[in-house]
């Protein structure tokens, strides 16, 4: 499997790929209502992509993997007290790593955490995080093994979800 930078070529293919990837999230009981959509947005992803912080992996053409990288965190990241005490720009937070069903359990989800590590690091960033919704527990096994520790739980509302929900959230020390 190569992981590699996202091109704007790569734009609508993302796009198909994020979006078949909220309906399979929409089917989840940790998200209300269903399918939200929207996440990433188209405008996320372009920026990901103009910055450098958007990666995939494909398989016969297809993306079946992604995730994207920037300093953005919800506002409520703002709220808790980190152990890696660092500015925004020395830390990265990952965004909308998805694996598609067909590929699960073949190793990709912990390659692109894997990778995200390393990118990050060869950035010289002090520190990786991300957040969890409550309830989707499959990804935070991964997380904790690649050694991500949990910091605290908060609410946030995605525009996604569209409602307040409670995120854990960890962090990586660089």
Known sequence: MEIVPAM?????????FYSAMCQVLGEKDFLPDGDKGGFPSRA???????AGGQFLA???????AAYLMDHQGDAAYDTVTWPVAA????????HALR?????????YARAMVEHAIRTARAAGQKAL???????NDVPVRLYRACGFRYVDTVPITYADIGVPRRFRLYELAL
Request: hydrophobic share 45%; charged share 30%.
């Open 129 to 135: 995080r991300l957040d969890c919704i409550e309830g």
């Open 87 to 94: 500015a925004r720009d020395q830390v990265m937070v990952l």
């Open 44 to 50: 996320m992803v372009e920026a990901a992509i103009q």
């Open 58 to 64: 494909r398989e016969a053409g297809q993306v079946v």
């Open 8 to 16: 704007q070529k790569d734009l609508e293919d993302l796009l198909d």
């Open 99 to 107: 694996v598609l069903p067909a590929w699960e359990g073949r190793g």
